[in-house]
């Protein structure tokens, strides 16, 4: 299934505004997960245009970094958002509005890796909020 948990979660999270937000049901799984599609391969769709412009003019091409170095981001980085996703009173619960299940140990290859790192930094950079350790 070429769109994962997180073609969902995108799609919620830039669909629109409401000057309210109803309080999420406690019973609502909350989560995003990474999953193979058809061709045994991770991948991450954003429902945002501007990430796509992104990563073609802003963002460091994919052999910058080491896959490792977006794992040990990504790491932080997810650390980071769930914190924050667990936190609705204190961060802005449309922004963090799943958590994220990502596992270090598990090789979801380079593409999703280089993806999801920029994920966020997209994120910091239309957003202006600072993920880097919590700040």
């Known amino acids: 299934m070429k769109f994962s948990i997180l073609a969902i979660f995108l799609t919620i999270l830039f669909v629109g505004c409401k000057t309210q937000v109803p309080a999420p049901s406690k019973d609502a799984d909350n989560k995003m997960t990474f ?11 954003v429902f945002d245009g501007q990430y796509d412009v992104y990563l073609m003019t802003i963002a460091r091409p994919e052999s910058f970094y080491s896959e490792n170095y ?6 932080q980085y997810v650390n980071v958002w769930n914190n924050r996703h667990a936190q609705p009173l204190r961060f802005d619960p449309d922004l963090y509005a799943v958590q994220i299940d990502y596992n270090p140990r598990t090789n979801y290859g380079l593409k999703l890796e280089y993806k999801l790192y920029n ?16 700040g």
């Open 35 to 45: 999953e193979k599609n058809e061709e045994n391969q991770y991948d991450i769709v």
């Open 70 to 75: 977006y794992k040990m981001k990504n790491q």
């Open 119 to 134: 994920f966020f930094k997209f994120i910091e950079w239309k957003y202006k909020v600072n993920l880097e350790f919590g």
